[in-house]
C-alpha cells in the first residue's frame, strides 16, 4: 500500500492525492492539520496495515524497482531492516551515481550503527530503510523537533537482530543548497548536539567497541552547528562551548584510522583558535567553489 499523508498543504496536494487514490485502491490518504514531518511518518505509521514500512519525503524519490527488490530479498529472509543507497543531489542538478562498486552486507546492529557514525554505508536518516512495522512503532518520531532521525535511528537498529545492507535499491535524497554564512541560525538546531550526545552515551554502554565511531559522529555534529554559527555576532560564547566539545576528543580523533584527514586537520587548526578555524573555513569553502 501507498500511504500519503497530506500533512495541513496550503496548495493542491491534497486533491492530487485524492486522485491517485480514485487510480489505485493500495493508495490509502490521510488528510490532517499541519504537524510537521515527525507527525505526518507517524500518522502513516499507525494506519499502515502491511509487515514493513518505507519512509519517503515528500521531497526525494525512489528507483522504480526500490520496493520489488527488497521484497524478493525478504521474501527469502525476512530481515528485521534493509537499507538501499542513497544518493545525495543537490536541488535543481541531475543525480551523479558513484562508479564505486558497492556490495550487499549483512550487518549486526553494531555493525551497522558503526556505519551510521562513520557515514560509510549509509546515514543517520530515516529514509532508504524498509523496517518491520513493530519495530518504527516502538519508537514513534518526537514532534516538533529538528534531526528526529538520528534521534530515533539507533533505537531502530538496536532493535534488530541482522541489518541488510541492498546497494541495488536506491533512495534519492534531494538536498538544498545554502551558503554557510547566510544560512539563518534556527535554535532548535541546538537539539542537535543533545542527540549527538544521547546517541554517544547509549553506544558506551550498549556497544563499547563502537565508542569510537560514536565519539566521531559527535565530533561532526558539533562542527555541523560551529560551522554557521562561527559567523554569527554575538555567538562567540556558544561557538567557544562548541569547540570545547570538539577538543575533548582531539586525542581520541587523530588516533582513529577511519577519520579523514579533513576532519583530522580542521580539528587541529580549531585547536589554534576560532579566528584560524574560520579563516581554513573560508578558504575551503571558495576552493570547493561555495559560497560563504
Known amino acids: 500500500e501507498l500511504i500519503l499523508v497530506n500533512d495541513g498543504s496550503s496548495d493542491s496536494s491534497g486533491i492530487l492525492c485524492d486522485r491517485y487514490k480514485e487510480k489505485d485502491c493500495r493508495v490509502c490518504v490521510i488528510h490532517k492539520t499541519n504537524g510537521g514531518l515527525s507527525s505526518a511518518r507517524n500518522a502513516g505509521l499507525w494506519r499502515a496495515r502491511g509487515d514493513?514500512?518505507?519512509?519517503?519525503?515528500a521531497d526525494d524519490y525512489i528507483s522504480?524497482?526500490?520496493?520489488e527488490r527488497v521484497a524478493e530479498k525478504l521474501t527469502a529472509k525476512p530481515f528485521d531492516m534493509v537499507v538501499g543507497d542513497t544518493v545525495f543531489f543537490v536541488d535543481g542538478r541531475k543525480p551523479k551515481i558513484s562508479n564505486v562498486q558497492k556490495k550487499e552486507q549483512i550487518l549486526t546492529p553494531e555493525e551497522a550503527l558503526e556505519s551510521v557514525y562513520y557515514q560509510e554505508f549509509f546515514d543517520t536518516n530515516a529514509c532508504?530503510?524498509?523496517m518491520k512495522k513493530e519495530i518504527a512503532?516502538?519508537?514513534p518520531f518526537v514532534d516538533g523537533i529538528l534531526y528526529e532521525d538520528f534521534k530515533n535511528i539507533y533505537k531502530f537498529i538496536a532493535a534488530c537482530e541482522q541489518v541488510l545492507y541492498f546497494p541495488e535499491s536506491r533512495y534519492y535524497y534531494r538536498q538544498r543548497a545554502n551558503s554557510i554564512m547566510n544560512s539563518a541560525f534556527d535554535e532548535r538546531k541546538w537539539v542537535l548536539i543533545d542527540i549527538a550526545e544521547e546517541n554517544l552515551d547509549f553506544v558506551t554502554e550498549r556497544y563499547p567497541d563502537i565508542t569510537d565511531a560514536a565519539i566521531r559522529r559527535y565530533v561532526y555534529s558539533n562542527?555541523?552547528?560551529l560551522r554557521i554559527v562561527v559567523w554569527i555576532s554575538g555567538m562567540q560564547?556558544?561557538?567557544?562551548?562548541?569547540r570545547g566539545n570538539i577538543l575533548k576528543y582531539k586525542k581520541?580523533?587523530?588516533a582513529n584510522k577511519r577519520v579523514g584527514i579533513q576532519e583530522k586537520l580542521s580539528v587541529c587548526i580549531l585547536s589554534l583558535g576560532l579566528k584560524p578555524y574560520?579563516?581554513?573555513l573560508y578558504v575551503y569553502c571558495r576552493l570547493k567553489g561555495q559560497s560563504v
Open 64 to 67: 522504480l524497482d526500490f520496493l
Open 278 to 280: 574560520k579563516f581554513f
Open 52 to 57: 514493513y514500512v518505507l519512509y519517503v519525503d
Open 128 to 130: 532508504a530503510k524498509v
Open 252 to 254: 581520541n580523533l587523530l
Open 137 to 139: 512503532r516502538m519508537h
Open 237 to 242: 560564547k556558544q561557538s567557544e562551548e562548541l
Open 223 to 225: 562542527f555541523r552547528i
